[in-house]
């Protein structure tokens, strides 16, 4: 009888899937999708767990209990650390994948061979492949930003690397391809070992030469390879349920990774095999010097604005800045400033990132501008606050051919009256390309840590207003 | 609803059934299609939480793991299992809570 439960529930979750996603157009109606989500999952995990195959509960208990142990804290990491635990998750979709993947092969090889048909080989294999180089290439991913030690963070490259990369992709499909044709020999068992093995090794390796600039697209294609796996593991189980789910899932990271690839004019291919952000060195110029400013006088130059733009980066997020920046948005709020923030959409390290930095310091979303959206206002723009952003202000995109970020969409920071630019160091940014705006004519340099330096500026502005 | 669900022919049996390659593949197209029509119309400021939700919401796999883990198999077969189901686990618990967390942020004033 319960049986006739796993169709019905499998539809009735597709749909709150479905309706999950719809809801998230709209920050409004975005929570609602939370739910819809949770529902689907219910309803598919109890209709699955009630078949009376499933003998082994304890097991199962042991399993989801463990799954809550790790899970709850891993959602409470801090904002700034979400785009590490996005790549684990990323991750632990790619392992769940894999492992079943190889379970159903191993059952297959003992119990039914004659099961393993043609077409189920080839969704076992095609599983394997997507779900391992998704785990072990998530879990380098995710070690990069958080900067674990023995992890290089830039880009590492060497001679021929593509070469030995797609090399062993190939020997894996080759392989895979052989264990397809002849799926009950005694040796494809240990091809099937080796496939596994070069997935593992080929995740590690692509994601090796990709430098913190790049994480956005990276964590985006992550995404999707993690849907496709779910697919095919969908394709193995018979599962249109599942299909749909990785298929959602699928399309969404690459239609995200469409996103920042346009967003910083790369290809796909460019991303994984070009090794962005290894040593550039700009073409020589002549050197001009940055203009220092003090944080008086960068108060006093907030103060006689009408129109602030503040363009966040990277190094806000890894600064901590955001709630120092809420401060500073009040102080100028306060004086009937306009303020906006500019949002590029490969700022911070991954979709998204800046807008849910500014979220948690309670900026109200209506404040946040996208690229296309404030570029036409800069030049009314008095005061444009750089906070932690480097290449996506850098208007050598623009112009200078042989530079990797050329004919990247920038925030058109340069054109407004004045620029005022927060930076840690003199050092250039992640893809080691100098910045001229740093040298213009009307642009002042605060150097420090972001946050020390937004909390002077408000210290200078609040007693600004206490002697008046 | 139940008396439609009892009424329903019975399913084909569970061990390795056939599988529909074209149907499926239907399906995996037409998803597809929904996917990047609902997707383009997401809320530009909702892309992180927008990954952590459809991370979440492909964690349904949960329901392939649960059957390699909870069935009578070996018991190497039903390690991997439990293994993936934690994964899985892992991916729904963290993605929901965290997907509410961030989209809680979100305000308008």
Known sequence: MTRHLTEPAAVL????FIFALHWMNDP???RRGVVAGVVGMLVAVVATWVQPEIVHHGWIVAAIAAGFVVGVPLSLVPLTAVPQRTALSHAFGGLAAGLVGTAEYFLGLAEHPEALTTFRMSAIVAEVILG??????????????????WIPQRPVTYPGQNVVNIGILAAAVALGALVVTRAATPWAA?????????????????????GGADMPTVISILNSYAGLSAVAMGFVLNSKLLVTAGALDGSSGLILSIIMCRAMNRSFTNVLFGAFGTVQKAAAREDKVWKQETVEGAAQLLEQARFVVIIPGYGMAVAQAQHKVRELYDQLVKRGITVKFAIHPVAGRMPGHMNVLLAEADIPYTALAELDEINPEMPQCDVALVVGA???VNPAARYARGSPIYGMPIIDADKAKTVLAIKRSKNPGFAGIDNELYVQDNTWMLFGDAKTVLGELVKQLAGGTGLH | MIAVLLLAPPAPPAAPAAVDFWSMLFVFVLATFIGLGVIRRVSRLLYTPLMSLTN?????????SLVVAGADYPVTI???????????????VSGFLITDRMLK???KQ
């Open chain 2, 105 to 107: 942020m979100f305000k």
């Open chain 1, 13 to 16: 979750a597709t749909a709150l």
């Open chain 2, 78 to 92: 039903r390690v991997l299992g439990a293994v993936a189901l934690f994964a899985s686990m892992t991916n729904i």
């Open chain 1, 190 to 210: 240990h091809a099937f070992l080796v496939i596994v093995a070069l997935a593992l090794l080929f995740g590690v390796l692509l994601i090796i030469p990709i």
């Open chain 1, 390 to 392: 480097n290449d996506v």
């Open chain 1, 132 to 149: 391992f180089l998704t785990f072990t290439g998530s879990l380098m991913a995710a070690a990069k930003l958080q900067e674990v030690k």
């Open chain 2, 56 to 64: 979440a919401i492909s964690a349904i796999a949960v329901v392939g």
């Open chain 1, 28 to 30: 409004k109606t975005a």
